[in-house]
């Protein structure tokens, strides 16, 4: 079992940048691939950012590419994402997840095991 728990939200004016945290629970967090997936209300919960556990590798959806980079830090079992030139479409709960094991880019909900409680994200025009 993993518990995840996000931090790092708030309400920013566009144009600036805020850090989102997630930290997990458990000695094994250097083997999940790691997700940010965003919540606009009235919407579906979509894909943000992805980070695998192998290698590191990442991959962004297309709103996103160019603005939000994503990190991991295994000794501290914390994946971060940083989130620079915010726009008021980027208003959204943000949820972190964790996939056990699964190999190469995971983008679709159903590949993750494990969300944290959403942490909500507000820019301003």
């Known amino acids: 079992q993993v518990q995840l728990v996000e931090s790092g939200g708030g309400l920013v004016q566009a144009g600036g940048s805020l850090r989102l945290s997630c930290a997990a629970s458990?000695?094994?967090?250097?083997?999940?691939?790691m997700g940010w997936f965003r919540q606009a209300p009235g919407k579906d919960r979509e894909f943000v950012g992805t980070v695998t556990w192998s290698n590191g590798n990442t991959r962004y959806a297309d709103s996103v590419k160019g603005r939000f980079t994503m990190s991991r830090d295994n000794t501290k079992n914390t994946v971060y994402l940083q989130m620079n030139s915010l726009k008021p479409e980027d208003t959204a709960v943000y949820y972190c997840?964790?996939?056990?094991?699964?190999?190469?880019?995971?983008?679709?909900?159903?590949?993750?095991?494990?969300w944290g409680q959403g942490t909500q994200v507000t820019v301003s025009s």
């Open positions: 997840a964790a996939s056990k094991g699964r190999v190469g880019i995971l983008i679709s909900r159903d590949n993750y095991d494990y």
């Open positions: 458990g000695r094994t967090f250097s083997n999940y691939a």
